[in-house]
Protein backbone atom coordinates (compact mmCIF):
# COMPACT_ATOMS: atom_id res chain seq x y z
CA UNK A 1 0.00 0.00 0.00
CA UNK A 2 1.39 3.52 -0.56
CA UNK A 3 1.30 6.26 1.54
CA UNK A 4 0.95 10.16 0.36
CA UNK A 5 2.29 13.34 2.62
CA UNK A 6 1.31 16.61 0.54
CA UNK A 7 3.29 19.64 1.55
CA UNK A 8 4.30 23.03 0.34
CA UNK A 9 0.86 24.64 0.61
CA UNK A 10 0.11 28.29 2.36
CA UNK A 11 -0.86 31.56 1.36
CA UNK A 12 0.05 33.63 -1.78
CA UNK A 13 -1.66 36.37 -3.36
CA UNK A 14 -3.59 36.57 -6.77
CA UNK A 15 -1.02 36.35 -9.46
CA UNK A 16 1.19 34.34 -7.13
CA UNK A 17 2.73 30.88 -7.17
CA UNK A 18 3.20 27.91 -4.86
CA UNK A 19 4.67 24.69 -5.59
CA UNK A 20 2.96 21.62 -4.12
CA UNK A 21 4.65 18.23 -3.22
CA UNK A 22 3.66 14.92 -2.53
CA UNK A 23 5.70 12.30 -0.92
CA UNK A 24 4.96 8.86 -1.62
CA UNK A 25 6.43 5.76 -0.01
CA UNK A 26 5.77 2.22 0.94
CA UNK A 27 5.59 -0.63 -1.67
CA UNK A 28 5.48 -0.50 -5.21
CA UNK A 29 4.46 3.55 -5.08
CA UNK A 30 6.26 4.26 -8.43
CA UNK A 31 3.56 2.11 -10.01
CA UNK A 32 0.72 4.14 -9.30
CA UNK A 33 -1.25 6.92 -11.42
CA UNK A 34 -0.93 10.28 -8.87
CA UNK A 35 -3.54 12.93 -9.28
CA UNK A 36 -3.92 16.29 -7.62
CA UNK A 37 -7.11 17.44 -6.70
CA UNK A 38 -8.90 20.15 -4.63
CA UNK A 39 -12.08 21.22 -2.54
CA UNK A 40 -13.15 24.41 -1.59
CA UNK A 41 -15.07 25.06 1.15
CA UNK A 42 -18.56 23.73 0.63
CA UNK A 43 -17.89 22.32 -2.84
CA UNK A 44 -17.41 18.58 -4.73
CA UNK A 45 -13.93 17.55 -4.71
CA UNK A 46 -12.25 18.66 -8.38
CA UNK A 47 -10.08 17.09 -10.50
CA UNK A 48 -7.26 19.52 -10.93
CA UNK A 49 -4.05 16.94 -12.90
CA UNK A 50 -2.78 13.79 -12.94
CA UNK A 51 0.70 12.11 -14.43
CA UNK A 52 1.40 8.69 -15.42
CA UNK A 53 3.63 6.07 -13.68
CA UNK A 54 6.60 7.02 -15.61
CA UNK A 55 5.61 10.55 -15.67
CA UNK A 56 6.26 11.05 -19.20
CA UNK A 57 2.00 11.89 -19.77
CA UNK A 58 0.11 14.26 -18.01
CA UNK A 59 -3.51 16.01 -17.34
CA UNK A 60 -5.21 18.60 -16.59
CA UNK A 61 -8.41 20.53 -16.09
CA UNK A 62 -9.08 23.00 -18.53
CA UNK A 63 -9.35 25.61 -16.39
CA UNK A 64 -5.32 24.98 -15.42
CA UNK A 65 -3.92 24.39 -18.61
CA UNK A 66 -1.02 26.46 -19.29
CA UNK A 67 -0.77 27.71 -15.64
CA UNK A 68 -0.21 24.34 -13.93
CA UNK A 69 2.38 22.38 -14.08
CA UNK A 70 2.36 18.32 -12.65
CA UNK A 71 5.80 16.67 -12.59
CA UNK A 72 7.69 13.50 -11.16
CA UNK A 73 10.56 12.59 -9.75
CA UNK A 74 10.64 8.43 -9.95
CA UNK A 75 14.37 8.82 -8.20
CA UNK A 76 12.45 10.65 -5.16
CA UNK A 77 9.21 9.33 -5.68
CA UNK A 78 7.64 12.53 -5.49
CA UNK A 79 5.43 14.51 -7.84
CA UNK A 80 5.01 18.12 -7.79
CA UNK A 81 2.13 20.14 -8.94
CA UNK A 82 3.53 24.22 -9.91
CA UNK A 83 0.61 26.48 -9.86
CA UNK A 84 1.09 29.64 -11.17
CA UNK A 85 -0.96 33.13 -11.93
CA UNK A 86 -3.49 31.57 -8.81
CA UNK A 87 -6.70 33.08 -8.82
CA UNK A 88 -8.53 33.57 -5.47
CA UNK A 89 -11.12 31.09 -6.36
CA UNK A 90 -8.86 28.39 -6.23
CA UNK A 91 -8.21 28.81 -2.55
CA UNK A 92 -8.90 25.23 -1.56
CA UNK A 93 -7.40 22.15 0.36
CA UNK A 94 -5.45 20.71 -2.46
CA UNK A 95 -4.98 16.36 -1.96
CA UNK A 96 -2.73 14.25 -4.27
CA UNK A 97 -4.00 10.75 -4.76
CA UNK A 98 -2.79 7.27 -6.04
CA UNK A 99 -4.46 5.39 -8.47
CA UNK A 100 -3.79 2.23 -9.89
CA UNK A 101 -5.91 2.89 -13.17
CA UNK A 102 -5.55 5.10 -16.27
CA UNK A 103 -2.91 7.67 -16.13
CA UNK A 104 -5.92 10.25 -16.70
CA UNK A 105 -8.22 9.27 -14.03
CA UNK A 106 -10.13 11.89 -13.72
CA UNK A 107 -12.98 11.28 -10.85
CA UNK A 108 -12.18 10.06 -7.03
CA UNK A 109 -13.58 6.74 -6.89
CA UNK A 110 -10.88 5.69 -9.33
CA UNK A 111 -8.04 6.99 -6.47
CA UNK A 112 -7.54 4.50 -3.74
CA UNK A 113 -5.33 6.14 -1.22
CA UNK A 114 -5.49 9.92 -0.87
CA UNK A 115 -3.33 12.36 1.46
CA UNK A 116 -4.04 14.38 4.01
CA UNK A 117 -4.43 18.02 1.95
CA UNK A 118 -2.56 20.75 2.07
CA UNK A 119 -4.68 24.27 2.33
CA UNK A 120 -3.95 26.81 -0.44
CA UNK A 121 -5.23 30.51 0.10
CA UNK A 122 -4.83 33.15 -2.47
CA UNK A 123 -5.68 36.59 -1.50
CA UNK A 124 -7.53 38.85 -4.20
Known amino acids: QVQLVESGGGLVQAGGSLRLSCAAS????????IGWFRQAPGKERDFVAS????????YYTESVKGRFTITRDKAENMVYLQMNSLKSEETAVYYC?????????????????WGQGAQVTVSS
Open 26 to 33: GRRSTSYV
Open 51 to 58: ISRGGGQA
Open 97 to 113: AAAQGFSDSRYDYQYDT
